[in-house]
């Protein structure tokens, strides 16, 4: 079996890596040739220490060579699928969606670019999504994920070929509510770097979190998602995962700006793209347009793009009114 | 204002440092006579760095000379209650719970244990919970708590008076469930320890503790408590801050297991009481009494009660059969 990875950074270099632990052959589309000389030549991978990249990923640096009708997994940013799927959109090809967030400009999740934008059928779109740090797959530690796809046949297919004892994949089928919720858990990940850059303690940050998830919910009205999956491993999985986790863009992201560094310094740390910077303009707007109350959400852009003081938008936060639970 | 509190471990220190930090005055009832001693001429409590204990804490060393017409805080471990209680039920005293977890012999919760065996009316029992690390409550580090009671008017008396802007109480209408998941947690966060100390990485301790709220939820067939409480600060808060804190008495007797200590030394390891110990005899009978599908909580009771190997146990955790969530 061979599958299509389009994208050479760390999630696509680390699930073509995985793949090919599962025997798996991997034509890896990579746009920089840099890249893929420094991987070929040398087995390394800058991003990941003690990697060794494997043989068996064959590094493609033209979309002409690649054969479509294999699964295409996309393992770009966002705001490159277009891009991507300008080069790649065959009616009857279908799509394995790694990435997690808004485009910045069409304001769209990655299934609706596909869908709306490259008329592929709902059918032959799949999501895969979970806590998976790159860092951790690639080193095939123990992993859980989910993948979703209006279509059954499609998702039990990847369920079956894609899933190993190291990377265990459950099935869900709710594909909107796992591309939403994936994509706000990144703004709630900001927050929590930023209270860890504060030092406000373990108490405060589990605080915090809990109200992200609650916060989250609110989304409901908007894109109609199932519970379940807002307490599974694609909601409060990727949401643990990315608000604890040392190796989350996005919380060191909230790190940075707790340093008082500016959006453009914190983003140059961590060399990488966090999603939640693009995802946290487009939520905002979401909120406005349909009047929902996601504070947390709202001090984060207002931290990001208004300016605001980490220190006074957290305190603003912390002492919202006493009032009952939910 | 005048509050008792019992219990000098601890919790029952830093909650009565708070109180005075917010005014009012503590009568705090403490067994060892040494404790007060060391507090009362060295100002010091050993298990907290940089504490300095204030003057306005009135250490008491006998029961008959505390005036129980005031509010009783019990901060004592679970166990100790039955004890407690014996010296201090009234019939018109009120009681505000912060002791988390199942009595091993009475397997009972302290509310129950109020209740039941000292026949205190329910209107007079309040209970207090949430993610609230005492070594971060003693140096006033802003946290969320919930305060229950089936008598509003005695919660939102607590409410009121104990609340402050470091230390944020929100109302709950759900005793049952604040008291039943804040013992539940306890066990997961062993789990979470063990995943830890065998090095699984983020990816898996997420997908643990995701599994273990879900598991938590199996317990509404016998504890009718709502699905609020399970997602709230007393459910995920305290769950998130147990599995992740390294304050968590109960992550780190997970972290020994899976060190192979044997669990002995674990509970020597940590110097307190780990209530998750005690509570993961009390729920492995439940889960068998009613058929519970609580597989995290069994193998964690195999691994401190029938030596389980802790790498094994999680392997088949891990390994479970593919399904769909939920």
């Not at 798996?24 to 060794?52: A, E, G, H």
């Not at 409901?220 to 604890?244: E, H, I, P, Q, R």
């Not at 790190?255 to 303009?281: F, P, R, T, W, Y």
Request: with cysteine; net charge neutral; aromatic share 8%.
């Amino acid at each position: 079996m061979t599958v299509n990875v389009f994208g050479g950074g760390t999630w696509g270099i680390a699930f073509s890596n995985y793949l090919t632990s599962i025997n798996i052959k991997v034509d890896l589309y990579c746009r920089s040739l840099d890249t893929i000389k420094q991987i070929q030549i040398n087995k390394t991978y800058p991003k990941f220490s003690n990697f060794k990249a494997p043989d068996e990923i064959n590094f493609i640096n033209s979309i002409n060579d690649m054969n479509l009708d294999h699964l295409n997994i996309l393992a770009v940013p966002t705001k490159s699928i277009p891009s991507i799927m300008k080069q790649i959109h065959r009616k009857d090809s279908r799509y394995l969606i790694l990435s997690k967030g808004f485009h910045p400009k069409l304001k769209l999740l990655s299934y609706e670019i596909i869908n709306q934008k490259f008329n592929i059928d709902m059918k032959n779109i799949a999501v895969l999504s979970g806590p998976n740090h790159a860092e951790e797959v690639v080193n095939l530690k123990p992993t859980a994920a989910v993948v979703t796809s209006t279509d059954l046949s499609l998702s039990e297919k990847i369920q079956k070929y894609l899933s190993s004892v190291n990377f265990r994949i459950y099935l869900s089928d709710d594909l909107v509510g796992v591309q939403v919720l994936s994509s706000v858990k990144n703004i709630i990940a900001i927050a929590s770097g930023i209270c860890e850059g504060l030092d406000l303690g373990d108490n405060a940050q589990a605080a915090l979190i809990t109200r992200g998830l609650n916060e989250m919910k609110e989304l409901k009205s908007v894109y109609d998602f199932k519970l379940s999956t807002l307490y599974g491993m694609a909601g409060l999985g990727d949401l643990l995962c990315t608000c604890y986790s040392n190796f989350s863009r996005n919380k060191n992201i909230g790190l940075a700006l707790a340093q008082n560094k500016s959006l453009d310094e914190a983003c140059k740390n961590i060399d990488m793209v966090a999603e939640g910077v693009h995802s946290s303009k487009v939520v905002y707007d979401i909120i406005n347009e349909f009047n929902l109350e996601m504070p947390i959400c709202r001090e984060v852009y207002n931290i990001i793009y208004l300016n605001a003081s980490p220190e006074l938008s957290i305190k603003k936060l912390m002492n919202r009114e006493l009032k009952k639970e939910q």
